[in-house]
């Protein structure tokens, strides 16, 4: 079939003279439906008037100016006028270029237009209108979620619901009860729950007739996690009766994403953003979001860069760190735990609700560093066969937003190069900045110098000057690339070789060397056993048991103390890193130690207050000389008879014998001490001032006699 171009996505072109490839392609059947053609200057358009060109709904318009987007993205501009059109399209664009919104303003303007005739929108319910299909749980969540704050304004006439796949029954009772218009699930989810009606004439027993449009979301991991069978089945469900919208979205375009073409959609159009190409249109050098970086170490010492980079602050902001197994995630965040840098673990084996319940603790900003694996590795098991404990439906490296993440550091280099390409995905998106950090092994047992390769192979190079340019790290920019003899406006591979020397790590070996010995396999086995008793403690359908077994419940909430008390002895000994230890070499580059939680909140108070005015101490006064100095008597300077007198007295007084109080002498009440701790005693009527309490002269005594005390 031959493919034409769509004049619509094409970019306006530069004043040079020299001819540029299009950053959009697209490829269309051999009648394409019209186009306006746009004008070859094309001045930069926001979304308020990209909506009214679109003819958008009201309520979409105003709930995308309250999401604060300010200019839409390149694979926005060339997909959302073809797919409001009602074709189908397929859509090849790279993570963080803005995707989600080319089938969420699509299928909302849809459901609400089918809605607008009705007299009461509340009561026009006519079965589920959109299904969107995605790969993971939690891609489902986070996709029901950006609906959701796409109808902010129109929520009483669409009502989205995600299936979370535990039971086809609960999935198919949720959708008629919610009477929902979109629905989001996993296609295993959507395929059961439709198999398991409750009810004749069910919401998704109908799908064929009333679905008005499908999406599949990250195409190609869809198909990777084996899900053929039951997207085959839901395609034949929904066009059966009628021929519904399809849209396909996914990073890379491969035999198996084409094959799926031919079966979900009839003459769409292929929308392809180019590789160097910007997210918002221009050139991905002049752009400069994302930084690519690597740093060679040796075997074992990973955790000692890591330590490194953390504690002094090359890395600020919020991230997230990758690693290839489950058992190294754990004993990174152990590792992490013992120097007080607080981390969020996500991975695989933890329950559903306890990975959304981290994704949402970690967007909310409650924590800064994630420690995280991705689809790949859980992928890559013994005999092709993932472990039974791990949830075959995870992936987070893939897809999901973490919202506002600065940098991303892969302790352990990916396995793939497409798996690399979606752990630093996670930064830079949307056209923020974002700094990529890889920690590869040269030499020993592990050596990553092949994987090293075939990742610099499959990612474009970048400009030096670019590469400097971009990033969100300030210290780790302002680190050399290891590339002495090229100039600014050379090219390099990505990832680019950072300057960092080895050597400066010195300094800290002994401490990294001394807390890694606490991190022990009883230490990680509890750490993994800990997650899951969580899970179990909050679970609805324990809670009966619970109570009918206090036994099991005492099991559950024991605290294994032991296992934690040399964790807080070394975590009080090294939280502080002295400023002498930093290395001159990155104290150049601006890197400092992070001050402590405590210490930040005592600075913080105290500077609260002198904003205030208030110049009060808290410090005692009333055992200060200074401060408690009477001058009264030296009102009038007496002559010089009564000046000798005094000094005879004064002698005579000296050559006395020293007195001896027994307890019953009255001048024993009237010296009294200024100890602070003596002093709060008798603000307290603690100890000796304790009325009906022993007096305080029972501390002289010893044995039944008193020993006297002389004054």
Not at 501 to 506: G, T
Not at 596 to 610: E, L, M, N, P, V
Not at 650 to 655: I, K, L, R, T, Y
Request: contains cysteine; charged residues 30%.
């Amino acid at each position: 079939m031959d493919h034409g171009e769509l004049p619509h996505g094409e970019l306006p072109p530069k004043k040079k003279k020299k001819t540029k490839r299009k950053a959009v392609a697209f490829e269309e059947p051999a009648a394409p439906a019209p186009a306006p053609a746009e004008p070859e200057e094309e001045e930069e358009i926001g979304w308020g008037a990209f909506c009214d060109s679109l003819e958008l709904d009201r309520r979409l318009a105003r709930a995308v100016a309250q999401l604060g987007w300010t200019r839409p993205s390149l694979v926005q501009k060339a997909t959302l006028p073809v797919a409001l059109s009602g074709r189908d399209c397929l859509v090849r664009a790279r993570t963080g270029s803005g995707k989600t919104a080319c089938y969420a303003l699509p299928i909302l303007q849809k459901v609400l237009r089918d809605k607008a005739s009705a007299s009461d929108a509340r009561k026009a319910y006519n079965g589920v209108r959109a299904l969107v299909l995605l790969p993971t749980r939690e891609l489902v969540a986070q996709a029901r979620r950006q609906l959701l704050e796409l109808a902010a304004y129109c929520r009483e006439s669409v009502t989205v619901v995600a299936l979370r796949g535990d039971s086809a029954r609960d999935d198919a009772l949720s959708v008629s009860e919610s009477r929902g218009d979109i629905v989001c699930a996993t296609p295993a989810a959507a395929r059961e729950a439709s198999e398991a009606l409750l009810e004749a004439k069910h919401p998704l027993e109908e799908l064929g007739s009333t679905c008005a449009s499908y999406v599949i979301d990250e195409a190609d991991l869809v198909l990777g996690f084996g899900y053929d069978e039951d997207v085959s089945a839901l395609i034949d469900r929904l066009q059966s009766h009628n021929k519904p919208q399809g849209i396909l979205l996914s990073a890379t375009l491969g035999a198996d994403v084409r094959g799926l073409k031919k079966l979900a959609l009839r003459k769409a159009a292929t929308i392809t953003l180019d590789e160097a190409a910007g997210v918002f249109g221009g050139s991905r050098d002049d752009e400069a979001q994302l930084a690519q970086y690597y740093v060679a170490v040796q075997d074992g010492d990973k955790d000692l860069v890591t330590y490194v980079m953390l504690k002094l602050g090359l890395l600020s902001g919020r991230g997230v760190l990758f690693v290839n197994s489950v058992d190294r995630c754990y004993r990174l965040k152990l590792f992490l735990d013992l120097f007080s840098i607080r981390t969020l673990v996500l991975n695989a084996e933890l329950p559903l609700a306890s990975r959304l319940h981290a994704i949402e603790a970690y967007n909310r900003g409650y924590y800064d560093l994630l420690v995280a694996t991705d689809a790949s590795v859980e992928a890559v098991a013994a005999d092709d066969e993932a472990p039974k404990s791990a949830d075959e439906t995870f992936g987070v490296a893939r897809g999901i937003d973490f919202r506002d993440v600065k940098w991303v550091l892969n302790v352990d280099l990916p396995e793939t190069p497409m798996s690399y390409t979606h752990r630093v995905g996670r930064t830079a998106r949307a056209g923020a900045r974002g700094t990529a950090l890889s920690l590869v092994s040269i030499g020993g047992r592990k050596d990553d110098s092949e994987r090293l390769t075939n990742i610099q192979k499959a990612q474009p190079p970048r400009k030096i000057a670019a590469l400097r340019a971009g990033g969100a790290c300030d210290v780790v920019a302002a680190l050399d690339i290891g590339e002495d003899d090229a100039g600014a406006g050379a090219h390099v591979p990505q990832p680019a070789r950072l300057a960092f020397d080895a050597a400066a790590c010195e300094p800290f070996r002994y401490r990294v060397a001394d807390v890694s010995r606490g991190v022990t396999h009883a230490a990680v086995r509890e750490a993994r056993a800990a997650e899951l008793r969580r899970e179990m403690l909050n679970s609805e359908a324990l809670k009966d048991h619970f109570e009918a077994n206090p036994g099991d419940l005492a099991v559950l909430t024991h605290d294994r103390a032991e296992l934690h008390v040399r964790r807080d002895l070394v975590a009080a000994q090294v939280r502080h890193v002295p400023s002498y230890l930093v290395p001159p070499s990155l104290a150049a580059a601006g890197a400092a130690p992070k001050a402590s939680f405590k210490r930040k909140k005592r600075s913080d108070r105290g500077g609260a207050k002198r904003r205030r005015g208030d110049t009060s101490s808290t410090r005692r006064k009333d055992n200060d000389p200074l401060q408690t100095f009477d001058s009264g008597g030296l009102d009038s300077t007496p002559k010089s008879g009564e000046l000798f007198e005094e000094e005879e007295e004064e002698e005579e007084a000296v050559q006395e014998p020293p007195r001896v109080f027994d307890e019953r002498s009255p001048e024993l009440s009237q010296n009294q001490s200024t100890a602070g701790r003596v002093a709060w005693k008798k603000a307290h009527k603690k100890g000796g001032f304790k009325p009906g309490g022993p007096k305080r002269l029972k501390k002289f005594s010893k044995g039944d006699g008193f020993r006297k005390k002389k004054f």
